[in-house]
């Protein structure tokens, strides 16, 4: 898939979704993240946000591969959507 900012930020509105879903993982988002429920609300349309929710995401391959494999995407999928969206281009140094 090519990425556009906003095929990256619709695309991070899905991993939103499934990550909001997803009870157990969550949790462990609004305590890792110190968001509340009103910041995930207010921040789904916010860009930074929604970058937050991919590097979350990206911080363990089996959250990646569940994400992937629920939404059909490829597994790089993310790691390219996380470039297209504010503090994307910034190095990674893991």
């Not at 988002?29 to 937050?52: H, W």
């Not at 990646?64 to 969206?85: D, G, M, T, W």
């Amino acid at each position: 898939m090519n990425f556009t900012p906003t095929s990256a930020e619709i695309f991070a509105l899905k991993a939103l979704e499934w990550l909001v879903g997803n009870d157990e993982l969550f949790v462990i988002f609004l305590g890792s993240s110190g968001a509340s429920i009103q910041d995930v609300t207010l921040g789904a349309k916010d860009p930074n946000f929604l970058g937050s929710i991919l590097d979350f995401i990206l911080m363990d391959d089996a959250w990646v591969k569940e994400f992937c494999e629920a939404e059909s995407f490829k597994f790089n999928e993310p790691y390219i959507a996380r470039q297209h969206l504010p503090g994307g281009d910034l190095p990674n140094w893991t």
